[in-house]
């Protein structure tokens, strides 16, 4: 399993504090003995999550597009790339 860094934004956070891993439709468990990331399961941020969850009827790829056209996930990754730059 991948660490908890958002697929959205990119960030890594504290599962602690919200967020956690979503199933998207297409999702398929890895089989029996193997480790690894299964695909179309990915991690949210407490940000993102319930936008994420909302999409889990869609395939990873159409909830991916879903969220990519939001201005607000447009505007959320950009400032998370300028704050990297501070
Ligand atoms: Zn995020």
Redesign the pocket.
Known sequence: MKPPI?D??G?RFDTDDGGGLVYFQDAKSLPDGMTGHPDAVEW??K??YDAAYALRESTYAEAMQAMNKSPFSLLSSLIARLRNLV
């Open positions: 958002c959205v934004c960030r949210y941020c940000r993102h």
